[in-house]
């Protein structure tokens, strides 16, 4: 696969030429369909998933049946990089929230360039890192605050993903990633849409204000923005310092 100039996933994005051409011959463009399961807990990591548009929420499956997202993820980071930590199954399900489109590649060929590239292995320590943030603020967030706080701050994060006012979200599918009973979604919904940060629910689309509902959302969701933003900050001045140095 030749991959354009205009890179959509920012790990990618941020490889050196050299070390990206590692991994182009093995990557292909692949559809990311609504709902779609792109990783299943238990099962072996067969592909890497580097998305360029769209949004996937990681979600934890508990042994009664219950779920509860843990970390939702769009062009910023990947899918199935824990893997390069030894053959194990899956410890968790990725399900794709929001449709659009990833360079995939198999498993074994990315651990093989993960092994010869620097640059690689600290594109998955920025992931890694990233993907902590998330886990470690967003366990966090489900101890202390309140549900509709959270509900917004997962419509924001899903809105920051795909750069669109109109969510492709069931109100089902907020239920799984809450963790909480449909009647409980529909309650906040309700609530939602009265102060005017719901501007509608339709069948499978809900329609957001982003400033409004930024007025409901904890502080978590600003938190994990800034501290992601700070680690591919950091990143992009370590890559300028070690481009100056081979000249």
């Given at each position: 696969m030749t991959l354009p100039s205009g890179i959509g996933n920012r790990l990618l994005a941020a490889l050196p030429a050299a070390d990206l051409d590692?991994?182009?011959?093995?990557?292909e463009m692949v559809a990311l369909d609504r709902d779609a399961v792109v990783s299943r807990a238990g099962d072996q990591t067969e592909h890497v998933f580097f998305p360029h548009s769209g949004a996937i929420s990681v979600m934890i499956d508990m042994a009664n049946g219950q779920t509860v997202a843990s970390a939702v993820i769009g062009r910023e980071g990947a899918i199935g990089t824990?893997?390069?930590l030894g053959p194990s199954p899956a410890a968790v399900t990725a399900i794709v929230r929001a449709a659009g489109t990833a360079s995939r590649i198999p498993a074994?060929?990315?651990h093989t360039a993960f092994s010869r590239s620097?640059?690689?292995r600290h594109a998955v320590q920025i992931h890694f890192k990233a993907m902590l943030i998330q886990f470690q603020v967003g366990g966090a967030c489900n101890a202390l605050h309140p549900v509709q706080a959270r509900m917004a701050r997962w419509l924001l994060h899903l809105r920051d993903r795909i750069d669109h006012d109109v969510l492709p979200l069931t109100q089902e599918a907020l239920s799984q990633i809450l963790g909480v009973?449909?009647?409980t979604v529909t309650l906040l919904m309700r609530n939602l849409r009265a102060s005017g940060a719901i501007r509608s629910v339709r069948r499978g689309e809900i329609e957001i204000d982003p400033s409004r509902l930024a007025t409901v959302a904890c502080e978590c969701r600003d938190t994990m923005r800034l501290e992601v933003e700070e680690i591919f900050s950091m990143n992009a001045a370590r890559s300028r310092v070690l481009?100056?140095?081979t000249f």
């Open positions: 590692l991994l182009a011959p093995e990557l824990l893997s390069v074994s060929r990315f620097l640059a690689i009973r449909r009647t481009i100056s140095q």
